[in-house]
């Protein structure tokens, strides 16, 4: 995040640029707004922007929630106490606060509240592809999408003035592309806005029956927003010329520019509700419209509904996978698009792995030498069920570990293991887990205690001791957890210790009744771990034997020379112990110095 | 005529080709240009192909580069450079390959079927490969992580971004610890390129 002394712009007298990332241009523009409350859970492509708001913005209050929606419910919490608030998640986040979400816009907000859906077409760093926009829909708020940098900061300081206005949550969708492109953006001064009075009032903010009340509002703030999405400045018109036109919206309007750079374009930032009038009358000009949205055809079915019928979007476009220019390109016919050399040679993968040193590597080797089945989540872990382990049989969404190994084994899986990382089960795990207990499940849970949320890039969570500023917090126990939890075979060890691993695993799938296993090893990304002062293993070639039990760790720091000996990459060790704990011979030592 | 500049940078993870696209891009920022970069990366923090986007012009709105149109293929490995050739501008570009393999460590048998001959092969489709020793040059000056300074050195050659705003770029985005080493590192690139006489 540099900030740019950019020669022309001080010739045109502009505002100050910073080459920002989507994401950091969001926490720029909340900052801006005069945002002083944030919370909301780690999840790709959102995750930058609670991270640059404690690192840069400390005064809009961030914190990371334990799950979306205890983020969700504080950010109603403190919008409804006349705070400005933003929370922050993935598509899929939002499922987990739905059930804040869909009730919310009925009691209307006080001060601002902006909450950031950032979805992931192409399943770049997700579990599906669902498109948001049908969600806001379904809430009945207003959705804005941003096309760059520059206006991921300018959307967000008009969104909260949209919440406000309206008395209505605001979503802002985002893409993986837009939150994880850098552009030149410029930016502004922070907005101080006073906390506003928060008026109790039971007809608003409690007591379901008031709620049939309230319904009616909900269609009449819908309907003064349709009025306001006609002429509102997030939709705009550009080149009004020929005989072919363009509905766009989101990143796509980039590509439409550098594919269509002279065709007539409606543009729209607020795509919920979508402009009736704006939509017929631009489309009326044309005998052809193109409409380019990433995702569902949620613009172009709005068309259909409105009887627009020269449209031609999702049968040329496609609904899978994240659009391009190259892939608009094909699509529309202007010419092929080069593809990658793979005649006569090897186009070699580098598919997914877990790091060199990781603490889960011994875990799933013990589970594949236990040939139980292993119930997954959502964190790096989800690379147990690739080779060389293949020893993890289901993953579906966070939490979902527990809940599907209590079905599997009533389905006569006898050894069911449910496998979770130490921030999905605080997130989703724990009512699964009084749940595995009550109806007297007999499975055996295995945390994989990293102390960090490791995906999303090493995030604090409740039982790491730090909060998202990384000051000192208190720390969430989670063997007395599981034991609350009724849990009385409850056992940590130390993910390193090869053996061990496999004896304490074995023990609790042979245990009668629920056990956890809390492997503990801190993630080998954390700078603790990254930047420790220890020199790495080394083979001793004389002591060798090549029995190649080094081999069978895995360990992709261990490379064969080529008289066959074992030999390890000194700058990828990161001295887990685990080869020399397997070395029959002693032959794998510490290197002498660094 | 708004022109535009599509630079791709490749690399495996941990090799620093992220650095090396937002050095690039804060120059090309410096020099007056708009700028628009954008990665792609895998789940893996480490040992995936990590491809980063940018691009620099009077007016950029794509961040993603199309294959074909790139006026320069960096890539930091001898396999990424096959993998990303085909962005490439076959007729204007350059391919610059730093010669240095890294075996995938997660495909079992990779190291018998790693395509050793990937820059011959990429000069017989035709193509223009400048491929520098940069890691070992690297080594050479005392510290093998630097390649990637070495290659965006030789990269400044074939780009209208003034050095002046390289240095800049250079000393806004480095920490003051490694900042003599990559100054020297880029210097060596530039010197390199010049040297080897362009095309295949």
Redo the contacts between chains.
């Keep these: 995040m540099e900030t740019i002394q950019n020669p022309k712009s001080a010739i045109e007298n502009r505002a100050v640029r910073e080459l920002l990332l989507g994401n950091q241009a969001i926490a720029r523009g909340a900052w801006e707004a005069g945002v002083t409350f944030v919370a909301g859970y780690p999840g790709t492509p959102s995750t930058e922007i609670i991270e640059t708001l404690a690192k840069r913005y400390p005064d809009t209050d961030p914190r990371w929630s334990t799950n979306e929606k205890v983020a969700f419910e504080e950010g109603i919490g403190a919008a409804i106490g006349g705070l400005r608030t933003l929370v922050t998640m993935k598509h899929v986040g939002l499922n987990v606060a739905a059930d804040a979400f869909m009730v919310f816009p009925y009691a209307g907000t006080n001060g601002g509240f902006v909450f950031i859906s950032a979805d992931d077409p192409g399943m770049h760093s997700s579990q599906n592809e669902q498109d948001n926009r049908y969600f806001g829909q379904m809430g009945k708020v207003p959705i804005l999408e941003p096309s760059d940098a520059q206006e991921c900061r300018d959307f967000v300081k008009a969104a909260f003035d949209l919440s406000e206005k309206f008395n209505t949550p605001v979503m802002l969708r985002t893409t993986t592309r837009l939150a994880h492109h850098k552009g030149l953006v410029e930016v502004g001064p922070r907005q101080e806005v006073s906390r506003r009075e928060f008026i109790p009032d039971p007809r608003r903010f409690s007591v379901p029956i008031y709620r049939k009340a309230l319904r009616p509002q909900v269609e009449e703030r819908l309907e003064a927003l349709r009025e306001y999405a006609e002429t509102c400045p997030f939709n705009f018109i550009e080149h009004a010329d020929g005989k072919v036109g363009v509905v766009t919206s989101s990143i796509a309007y980039q590509y439409v520019k550098e594919v269509l750079p002279e065709t007539a374009v409606l543009r729209l930032g607020m795509t919920y509700p979508l402009p009736a009038k704006l939509l017929r009358d631009f489309c009326a000009r044309y005998e052809t419209v193109y409409v380019i949205e990433e995702g569902e055809p949620f613009i172009e079915d709005f068309m259909l509904s409105q009887g627009i019928a020269n449209i031609k979007g999702k049968d040329l476009f496609g609904v899978i996978g994240e659009y391009s220019p190259g892939r608009l390109r094909e699509a529309l016919g202007l010419g092929s698009i080069p593809q990658p050399f793979t005649e006569e040679i090897v186009l070699l993968p580098r598919p997914p792995m877990l790091c060199v040193g990781c603490g889960h590597r011994t875990v799933f080797a013990a589970l594949r030498q236990l040939k139980v089945t292993v119930a997954g989540d959502i964190g790096c872990y989800t690379m147990g069920a690739l080779p060389p382990f293949e020893a993890e049989h289901t993953t579906f969404c966070m939490g979902a570990s527990i809940g599907t190994a209590v079905g599997l084994e009533k389905a006569g899986h006898k050894k069911v293991v449910a496998i979770i990382g130490d921030s999905t089960f605080i997130h989703s795990g724990i009512p699964p887990l009084i749940d595995a207990v009550y109806n007297s499940s007999s499975l055996t849970l295995i945390i994989l205690d990293n102390s960090t949320t490791g995906m999303t890039g090493a995030q604090p969570h409740a039982a790491t001791g730090q909060n998202v500023s990384g000051q000192e917090a208190p720390k969430l126990n989670l063997v007395s957890l599981c034991k609350a939890a009724g849990v009385e075979n409850v056992t940590v060890v130390d993910t390193w210790q090869r053996k061990e691993i496999t004896k304490t695993i074995r023990k609790a799938v042979n245990h009668k009744g629920p056990a956890v296993v809390i492997a503990q090893g801190p993630c080998v990304q954390l700078p603790e771990m990254k930047y420790r002062d220890i020199p790495p293993y080394t083979v001793i070639e004389e002591l060798c034997t090549q029995c190649d039990a080094c081999f069978k760790v895995w360990c992709p720091a261990i490379k064969r020379t080529n008289l066959n000996f074992p030999v390890i990459a000194g700058n990828e060790c990161t001295s887990c112990t685990v080869c020399a704990q397997v070395c029959p011979t002693e032959a794998i030592v510490l290197a002498e110095g660094k | 005529m708004n022109k535009v500049y599509s630079l791709m940078f490749a690399g495996?993870g941990g090799q620093g080709s992220l650095l090396i696209a937002?050095l690039t891009?804060?120059a090309a920022?410096?020099a007056?240009y708009?700028?628009?970069?954008?990665?792609?990366h895998?789940?893996?923090?480490?040992?995936?192909?990590v491809e980063t986007h940018v691009r620099f012009g009077q007016k950029?709105?794509?961040?993603?580069v199309?294959?074909?149109e790139a006026a320069a293929v960096i890539a930091l490995e001898k396999?990424e450079a096959?993998?990303?050739?085909?962005?490439v501008n076959?007729e204007t570009g350059i391919v610059l390959v730093n010669e240095y393999e890294i075996?995938?460590?997660?495909?079992?048998g990779?190291?018998d079927?790693?395509?050793h001959?990937?820059i011959e092969?990429?000069r017989e489709?035709g193509l223009n490969v400048s491929a520098l020793p940069a890691s070992q040059m690297a080594h050479d000056l005392g510290d093998g992580r630097m390649a990637n300074v070495i290659m965006i050195g030789a990269l400044s050659t074939q780009l209208p971004i003034p050095e002046a705003s390289w240095q800049k770029a250079l000393r806004?985005?480095l920490p003051s610890r490694y900042l003599k080493g990559n100054i020297l590192a880029f210097a060596t690139g530039q010197q390199a390129l010049q040297k080897e006489p362009m095309g295949g």
Excluded: C, M, N
């Design positions: 495996v937002e891009s804060i920022a410096h007056g708009d700028i628009k970069q954008t990665e792609v895998g789940v893996s923090q480490r040992g995936g192909s950029v709105h794509s961040p993603i199309t294959p074909g396999l096959l993998r990303f050739a085909h962005f076959p075996i995938p460590g997660s495909v079992s990779a190291a079927v790693y395509p001959e990937s092969y990429l489709k806004t985005r």
